[in-house]
C-alpha cells in the first residue's frame, strides 16, 4: 500500500533530507513549503529522479485556510497516512522592525499552531483508515532556560511535547500513534555557512560526543518512531548526551 507522507517546511534543511529518506516505491511524499517554492520543486524533482513519487504542496501551515485547502488535496487523494511537523520559524531570521508581539505570534504560529492544526486535520483522515503516524519535530532547546534570541523558540517547542502526549492520548486508540524528536545540534548547510569554524569547534566542545549530528541520523531516528507501533506519547532526544533527561 501506498503511504501518503506529509512532510511540513520540506523544502530545505532538515525537511528536506526527510522527504529524500522517506522517499520509496511505497510513499508518495508531498513536500510542503510556504514560501520557497522552487526550492520544494528541486527537492521533489530529486525524488522523482529516482523512480520514486513527490509532488509539491504549498501552503502556509500557520494560516488555518491554508491547512484546510492542503488537507483537502490530501483527502482528494486519499488522505494522510504520515505527517511530520517539521516547518520551524528560524530564531536566527527574525525581521528587523518586527516588534516582540509579532515576531511571539509568528514564531509560535508556525512553531506551534502549525502542528496543531495540520495534526486535527490529518487525525481526521487517519481516523477513517485506524492507521496514522505523526511525529513531531522539537529541539534540545526544549529542556534549556534560553537567551533572548532563542527564547520564543524554546518555549514554542517546550509546548510541543505537551501536544505530543496529549494528541497521543486521544489518538492512540485510533491505531495512530504521535511521537516528538528532539534533535540537539545539526550540521545542515545553512548552519555551517552561519557559523564561523571556530564557533562551531567551541560549540561541538560542550557536546559529549565532539561535534553535531549529520541529518541523516535524524532521519533515522524519525524512521524509528515511524515503524515502532507500540511508541507513543513519546521525545527520541537525539542530542549527542549534550542534555539527558
Avoid at 9 to 14: D, T, Y
Avoid at 99 to 116: A, H, T
Avoid at 205 to 221: K, L, Q
Wanted: glycine share 10%.
Amino acid at each position: 500500500m501506498c503511504r501518503n507522507i506529509l512532510i511540513t517546511g520540506a523544502s530545505q534543511g532538515l525537511g528536506a533530507d526527510l522527504a529524500r529518506g522517506l522517499a520509496g516505491k511505497d510513499a508518495r511524499i508531498f513536500v510542503n513549503c510556504a514560501h520557497s517554492v522552487e526550492k520544494a520543486k528541486v527537492v521533489a524533482n530529486e525524488i522523482i529522479a529516482l523512480g520514486q513519487t513527490a509532488e509539491v504542496l504549498p501552503g502556509d501551515v500557520s494560516d488555518p485556510a491554508c491547512v484546510e485547502s492542503m488537507f483537502s488535496e490530501l483527502g482528494a487523494r486519499g488522505g494522510v497516512d504520515v505527517l511530520i511537523n517539521n516547518a520551524r520559524i528560524d530564531p536566527y531570521k527574525r525581521t528587523t522592525g518586527l516588534s516582540d508581539s509579532e515576531w511571539f505570534d509568528r514564531v509560535i504560529g508556525v512553531n506551534l499552531k502549525g502542528p496543531y492544526l495540520c495534526s486535527l486535520a490529518a487525525l481526521k483522515q487517519m481516523e477513517a483508515k485506524k492507521f496514522g503516524r505523526i511525529v513531531n519535530v522539537s529541539s534540545v532547546w526544549a529542556y534549556r532556560s534560553a537567551n533572548r534570541m532563542m527564547l520564543e523558540y524554546a518555549m514554542s517547542k517546550a509546548a510541543l511535547h505537551s501536544l505530543t502526549r496529549s494528541f497521543a492520548g486521544i489518538a492512540g486508540p485510533l491505531g495512530i500513534t504521535v511521537n516528538t524528536v528532539a534533535p540537539g545540534l545539526i550540521l545542515t548547510g545553512e548552519l555551517k555557512n552561519r557559523w564561523s569554524r571556530k564557533k562551531l569547534e567551541q560549540t561541538c566542545a560542550t557536546i559529549p560526543v565532539r561535534r553535531g549530528a549529520e541529518t541523516a541520523e535524524i532521519v533515522e531516528a524519525v524512521k524509528f518512531a515511524l515503524d515502532n507501533a507500540y511508541l507513543n506519547g513519546e521525545t527520541i532526544n537525539i542530542n549527542g548526551g549534550v542534555y539527558v533527561p
